[in-house]
């Protein structure tokens, strides 16, 4: 039998983790790469038999080639904190892994749940990342701080699963906020780096098209109220990450900065 590694990746998770590790402890290996968790995510993550490796922080490109690294077996599987592998797509990863004409990287089908309900809608189903299982080998990330790029190293067409994992992309709305302040300061930084510059007009016109097309293209409407504040986000999200571009560009990103008057 071929086996399988997993890989979550994880910082201050201890309020998810569990239940992620809970859905892959069938696997081979379990390896939670924390980035010096100040909560018990690495303990809980020990207590499901994981190897807990720490890798500091510097972007989710980094961060998953060396979550990568510390896999041992032929085949890997990748899970965030907040996604749980579901028993129909454990038992199309065992014959996916097992079976000699596989291909080399697959995609997974995801459905998120939000504001007691599953959403169908607004890009979030099937919401295929990036191949998140693959042969070791195959997969290279960018070093890019969020929404990180990849290379599938492969002459082979990726797969896609039939069977869907589950995802609790917020446990809260105050997570929602807390996610759009933090992956629009990385996405600033990420722009910043690839000499992207922005003002208040750019910023509005972006967050006001990610909102609109989340909302209405993607028909998330279809999905209630938690459609509305997932495009909410999403509209703050893009427009704080353009805002706070302009201010990287300004040097007025610090409190450092400020002058009395």
């Known amino acids: 039998m071929t086996k399988l590694s997993v890989y979550i990746i994880a910082f201050n998770e201890a309020d998810k983790i569990r239940d ?3 859905s892959v402890v069938w696997a081979d290996e379990i390896v939670v790469a924390d980035s010096f968790s100040t909560d018990d995510t690495a303990k809980i993550a020990e207590e499901y038999g994981a190897r807990v490796v720490q890798i500091p922080f510097e972007g989710f490109g980094r961060l998953r080639n060396d979550a990568i690294a510390a896999c041992t077996h032929e085949w890997i599987f990748s899970l965030d904190s ?35 309900r599953w959403i169908r809608h607004a890009g979030f189903y099937p919401d295929f990342r990036q191949p998140q299982l693959f042969r070791r080998g195959t997969l290279v990330f960018e070093p890019d701080a969020v929404h990180e790029r990849y290379q599938v190293v492969s002459n082979r067409a990726c797969g896609y699963l039939k069977s869907a994992i589950h995802q609790i992309p917020f446990k809260s709305l105050e997570e929602v906020i807390h996610k759009a302040n933090r992956y629009s300061t990385l996405g ?9 510059r922005s003002g208040m007009l750019t910023a509005l016109a972006h967050g006001f098209w990610a909102a609109f097309s989340m909302y209405f293209l993607k028909l998330g409407c279809l999905d209630g109220w938690a459609g509305f ?22 040097g007025l990103d610090t409190l450092n900065n400020s002058k009395e008057v």
Do not use: W
Request: aromatic fraction near 14%; proline fraction near 3%.
């Open 20 to 22: 992620a590790l809970k």
């Open 82 to 116: 907040d996604e749980r592998c579901t028993m129909d797509a454990r038992d199309e990863i065992k014959a996916i892994i097992n079976a000699p004409q596989s291909l080399d990287a697959y995609y997974v089908p995801r459905k998120n749940y939000f504001m007691g």
């Open 188 to 196: 600033a930084e990420k722009l910043l780096s690839q000499g992207k």
């Open 229 to 250: 504040v997932i495009a909410l986000g999403n509209f703050e999200g893009t427009f704080y990450k353009y805002a706070k571009l302009y201010l990287k560009h300004k």
